[in-house]
């Protein structure tokens, strides 16, 4: 969207696409550019190293942070993807031995999945060679870019957030 | 990984997972979070607004900057999908008149996509209100604001460039 081969008549240009929403495409695409990028180094890195999709590193990640275990929808509402797509991944995390799954305490219907001590120690070995793979992707930026990047990104998440609440268009 | 459960042993910890990687660990994380919260309203409103997927919106973006047309390989390449995930796409889109597909005049293995008028039409349709939704997300930051974060992106996607391109590790 950034070359248009066939430029539209300079009014409906003036009008319909001034040129700061170009700047903002921009930054979005830059934004796009930079997690895709270090996203697929990641999972690469991952595979190569540890035998692991990145999918599997993110939810041993979330229950990582959740000694107490969490529920199957808990763990699908935190990493955005559906029930269906976690079942088969943690039936296969259990089956290895990584994850243990059993009935609520508090809710009979419900099932705590939560990580066993291998499931721990096998991730806490990727997350600290994961640490490093990304604290190298940012070695070019100084402490004080780093910091200022963080701001803007928080800024930019609380923006987001405000026009994603808002009625769409 | 911000928080960790059982906490290591006070020696380890500094040797193997020093402050400062933590703060980069942030920063990932709270870049795949805005690039996940402005990627799933994009996809949303195609959705709702167009019927449109987002790796659709995407495809006809691609071709919309290429009039003189783009192979599948050289699509498959700018969209990092799989040949295979492009295919039934472009299909469906010369079924209904949105794509035109021939065959090479420089290569006759190859097939060349473009847009056709419908296609395009109604392509630009969708990136004018795309445009806008894009500078809603950004409107909370000021234009300074948004020049520093383009550069601290730049600087980013140069760095993880690089950590990229060395030995895994």
Same mark, same amino acid.
């Given at each position: 969207?950034?070359?248009?081969?066939?430029?539209?008549?300079?009014?409906?240009?003036?009008?319909?696409?001034?040129?700061?929403?170009?700047?903002?495409?921009?930054?979005?695409?830059?934004?796009?550019?930079?997690?895709?990028?270090?996203? &697929? $180094? *990641?999972? %690469? +890195?991952?595979?190569?190293?540890?035998?692991?999709? /990145?999918? !599997?590193?993110?939810?041993? #990640?979330?229950?990582?942070?959740?000694?107490?275990?969490?529920?199957?929808?808990?763990?699908?509402?935190?990493?955005?993807?559906?029930?269906?797509?976690?079942?088969?991944?943690?039936?296969?995390?259990?089956?290895?031995?990584?994850?243990?799954?059993?009935? &609520? $305490? *508090?809710? %009979? +219907?419900?099932?705590?999945?939560?990580?066993?001590? /291998?499931? !721990?120690?096998?991730?806490? #070995?990727?997350?600290?060679?994961?640490?490093?793979?990304?604290?190298?992707?940012?070695?070019?930026?100084?402490?004080?870019?780093?910091?200022?990047?963080?701001?803007?990104?928080?800024?930019?998440?609380?923006?987001?957030?405000?026009?994603?609440?808002?009625? &769409?268009?």
């Amino acid at each position: 969207m950034n070359e248009r081969a066939i430029p539209l008549d300079a009014e409906t240009k003036a009008v319909e696409q001034p040129d700061h929403h170009r700047d903002e495409l921009r930054l979005w695409l830059r934004l796009l550019t930079c997690t895709s990028l270090i996203e &697929s $180094e *990641v999972r %690469r +890195r991952l595979r190569e190293r540890f035998d692991v999709t /990145l999918p !599997r590193f993110d939810l041993m #990640a979330q229950l990582d942070r959740a000694p107490q275990g969490m529920t199957l929808s808990d763990l699908s509402r935190r990493m955005m993807v559906s029930n269906g797509n976690l079942t088969g991944l943690v039936d296969r995390l259990v089956s290895s031995g990584h994850l243990d799954r059993r009935t &609520s $305490e *508090v809710d %009979r +219907r419900a099932q705590v999945i939560r990580l066993t001590d /291998l499931g !721990r120690s096998e991730f806490r #070995a990727m997350a600290t060679e994961h640490e490093s793979w990304i604290a190298a992707m940012f070695a070019d930026l100084s402490r004080l870019e780093r910091d200022d990047l963080m701001l803007l990104l928080g800024k930019t998440k609380g923006s987001a957030r405000r026009a994603a609440g808002r009625i &769409s268009g």
